[in-house]
């Protein structure tokens, strides 16, 4: 049988946060009830019992607005149009306002194994200029009520490099996350994205310039592998057994399907996409989707995302490609951008803040 990951984007959001450019929609009850029966639809299309499903992530925007008995028959439907694991690893993507001890006891009842809650930062200061909804303290409750509702596998979002930040506040908010009963974090550096308000000179002009940013993200590996979260990919670090393994479907070029508004796919030789169009998706009987890539995963594509991830490119996978690479690699060596044992290829954290520019270099 082959295995297949499965993304189910949910375009809902409480309140747009003011860096996002994912695509999201307000939510209200109607949509909601119309958006899942959407989806359950399109599982119905897709699915194939030969098909052996091992991952579901449930990304968004918010996909904790929608109500445990929804997301019950979305996991249900899966269960039933193709061969859902046992073990499967099931993730819901939640922010911290939207949980409480009832609504997690109901999630690990409905079979979420898998919580990644967007806390961003546990500085108040810094969750108002990002337009959060929840306080630190409030984060920090709903990660103790979500391991008191029987969850092993907590993953927190942190962002760095924000307005205004300095190392002690990026510090402060590692230690305050790393003391709390999490299993994985993932850190991004704030990008300023075109389109939204932080497109704008008052935010730029406030962000840590380019140096700064590489000191904080160097200083933020330390310290998170200091607590145990060792990194595994550029903005990815887990305590042993605890990579997400849907995650690692993408950088890995394996199968996965995505169902829902603005969500992607690489699945049955072929990259697509659906419509940013939430009216459009609930519309159609079956999600329009655009083909992005009709021959995904070549070397380039393949190079580049197994680069990302800390055990780097085994040149075994790439033997045509092998001798260039090698022959590109000293200077890299000689900078601290990259490291090899003759039979990998893998980048530091230095080559990391680079890989970019880093990856373009040595595959392209």
Known sequence: MSRLGIYIHVPFCGRKCAYCDFYSVNWSKSAAVDYTAAVLRNIRHYGDKTQTVDTVYFGGGTPSLLTAEQISSIISEIRSCFALEESAEITLEANPCTLNAEKLAELRKIGINRLSIGVQSMINRELKILGRMHTAERAEQAVIEAARAGFDNISCD???????????????????????????????????????PFDCAEIRDRLPDEDSTAELYLAMVELLEKHGFMQYEVSNFAKEGFESRHNTRYWKCLDYLGIGPAAHSCYEGKRFAVERDLSA?????????????????????????????KEGLILDDVPEHRAELLKKLPPLLKEGYAETDGERIWLTPKGFIMSNSVIEYLVF
């Open 281 to 309: 998706f609930i519309a159609d009987d079956v999600q329009q989707v655009t083909v992005t890539d009709e021959s995904p995963c070549g070397f380039e594509e393949f190079a580049m995302l197994r680069l990302r991830l």
């Open 158 to 196: 942190l962002m760095i490099a924000l307005p205004d930040q300095k190392p002690e506040d990026m510090s402060f908010s590692i230690e305050r996350m790393a003391a709390l009963p999490v299993q994985h974090i993932s850190a991004y550096i704030l990008k300023t994205e075109n389109g939204t």
